[in-house]
């Protein structure tokens, strides 16, 4: 067969980089943004700036080097987190975030590998894979962005929207009941489970900060304004004004019962560290039971094929 | 709330004057900074950016700043830092100045 | 201390076994996988070994992690693979999609059972071979091997990782029941005659590397995890840069540079066995192990004295369409047995153009075919 084809426009790096030079470096968490990807693509009012800052907050605070960290994503609002650091980043497909950044942190045990993304991401279409990595307690920082509706696709029902909340496809109220997210994290084996709001940004840098250093699967999850998606159909007005009912309605208790953390619609937020545990994490179990034997020959030795 | 004299310990503290940064075309208006500064250093501008936002600009008591950096942490936008300016010596008038605020005197603070 | 990577000598395996051998001679340091009849093997010698070379084995929760556990694994720098049967496959092909967008190397060996759905379990079947090219919504150039003896499914895996490594991308082992339960001698070749190519890492300064570079036939040396190169790897559609960038104009790059590798380089990837060729006047176009009957079968017609040949595909994908072009005018038919209602028997038939007649026998599953009812259809061309 013939082909014909429109002519390839070549990739103009100087162009780009010119493009670059304009805007980056005015702000001194420039350094932790790959250069030339802000704006980002966020709404006016929405929580998802303000959690990248506090995740840049704590890496400085912690005084990793960029090298040392890998941030993985899935698809969404959130899942563009991972395209705006300076760092090895990984923007998977939907709901797979956890199992990429399972392979990675396997691969790469040294490296901090943060897992971002948005309720939907995690709880619905990945609700699976992050109970089993909960379970067998890989090394993830699993910062869960949740703002009670998927966002990017124009503000749809999900597992964490509330009972009676209205979104575009729940217009006279949903019938379901939300995912109490701390509660289900906790029950699947985190090892560090916190809840904040982006009201909450000082306290939200701490918690990063403790979970990185921690051995295991940690679960943040981080409330977030969506003025255009959810604020919009349940009047809860601006993405100020979301802020302002996270000010006035989020109760701070550290080591409460997170099955006492649900979130009702207008309701009172829980928030704090809701547990902070031990337990050996799956590479180090692997490595001191697994490899160990099978290195000293014993149970695990193969017959020579 | 009244303090009859400088603490004792005025020597050894200091009060950090920050400096305010506005990348102003960054701004996408959301009013998270001039809503949650603690010292209330901010308002809405009159302008436009390059977006069409009213960026925040400095009131007038701009020394306010005490550079705790909460305006860049809070800013969704990366459009707004501070600034260690100087490290300020506690004086008497400092110590009237916080009286007068946290009496909640400063109609500034009526909003809260 | 023996060897535990390459287990070089004489073993009497299964064709499962094989692949895992194959696999962790060439360097594979990561498997994921879940339970699947009839590539379970793969897994649990994988399970076994792995810890014994300082490997990581993981069993995941399901077929879409695995593939996605892999592709992570293979961005931290370590060769990766999975296994998997038909159901399975089809979970996968999300993440094999973001494999071929964000040009990952990796190698995913599918043990084809009889569909669809769930099908015949345990029973062989050929049925996927149309899948592993166009499985994975969108455009992208494809390289799957038929492994047709235990014998083959150690050397094709470690070709297999060699070209994920090449041309940067996932590529498929497409084994099937009948192969990859055959238990016969496989001899693994010891460790400086096994060919391994090791990941092409970059070495310029980053403000120089354009780790999605699209401009040559060839895709860019692969930095991965701590490297400090800063990628960003993306499903969005992606400049050269990894920045993702939603216009025509980068789609047009991007998507023409995924098929194009693979297009540019077909002629090198290409393998087939050809037996009897040169004369033959009916050529039978076989794989795996359709391709052990065939060939009993053309063997069988030539002692009696018919031109009978055989054209075995070891790369069903790229497929060798200039071979079926060349013999096309010379031969009276193709004869394309398969263990499914057609599939590559319309590879044949386009390619073949008309010039020659092409017969599918097709099987649905659970059997295989007979040398002697290959050996009539050939009969009927003579």
Known sequence: MKRRLRELQPFDKEAEERAIELGHGLHPDD?????????????????????????????????????????????????RVAGYLDMDTYHTTHGRAIPFATGLALAKPDTHVAVFSGDGDLFAIGGNHLIHAARRNVNLKVICVNNFNFGMTGGQAGPTTPLDAKTSTTPLGNAEPGFNLPYLAHASGAIYVARWTTFHPRQLVHSIGESFDRTGFTFIEVIAPCPTGYGRPNKLGSGLEEMRYYRDMSEIRYGADPADAEIKLRGKILVGTFEAADRPDFMETYRTQVIARAQAGGKGKGRAA | MKFWRLPLDS?????????????????????????????????????????????????????????????????????????????KKITEDDIRKVTTRYSRKDKRFAKR | MADKQVLTGEHFVHGDAACAEGGIAVGCRFFAGYPITPATEVAERMARRLPQVGGVYIQMEDEIASMAAILGASWGGLKSMTST??????????????????????????????????????????????????????????????????QECFDLTVHAFNLAEIYRQPVFVMSDEVVGHTTEKVVIPPREKLEVVERIRPHQAQSEYLPFDSKGPMPAPMATAGDGYHVHVTGLTHDERGYPVITDVVQERNVRHLVDKIRRNARQIIRVEGVHLDDAEVVVVAYGCTARV???????????????????????WPFPSHLIRELAPRVKAFIVPEINYGQMVYEVERTAQGKAEVVLMGLMGGAIHTPREIEDAIGDYL
Not at chain 1, 58 to 64: G, P
């Open chain 1, 31 to 79: 350094k932790y943004l790959k250069p030339g990807r802000i704006p980002h693509i966020w709404c006016p009012g929405c929580g998802l700036g303000v959690v990248l800052t506090c995740f840049i907050g704590a890496l400085r605070q912690k005084q990793f080097g960029v090298d040392e960290c890998a941030v993985v994503s899935g698809i969404g609002c959130t899942g």
């Open chain 2, 11 to 87: 020597e050894v503290h200091s009060i950090p004057v920050g400096r305010v940064q506005i990348i102003e075309n960054r701004c996408k208006g959301c009013g998270f900074c001039i809503e949650f500064c603690p010292n209330a250093c901010l308002k809405e501008s009159k302008r436009f950016n390059a977006k069409g936002y009213h960026p925040p600009e400095l009131i007038f008591q701009a020394e306010d700043c005490v550079n705790c950096g909460l305006c860049s942490l809070i800013c969704p936008e990366f459009a707004i830092f501070t600034e260690l300016q100087e490290a």
């Open chain 3, 85 to 150: 049967s038909g159901p399975g496959f089809s979970l996968m092909m999300e993440n094999i999609g973001l494999g071929m967008m964000t040009e990952t190397p990796c190698v995913v060996v599918n043990v084809q059972r009889a569909g669809p759905s769930t099908g015949l379990p345990t029973l062989v079947g050929q049925a996927d071979v149309m899948q592993a090219r166009w499985g994975s919504h969108g455009d992208y150039g494809c390289i799957a091997l038929a492994p047709s003896s235990p």
């Open chain 3, 294 to 316: 065939a060939r009993q079968a053309v063997e069988d017609m030539r002692t009696r004295g018919h031109r009978a040949g055989l054209l075995r595909l070891i790369t069903l």
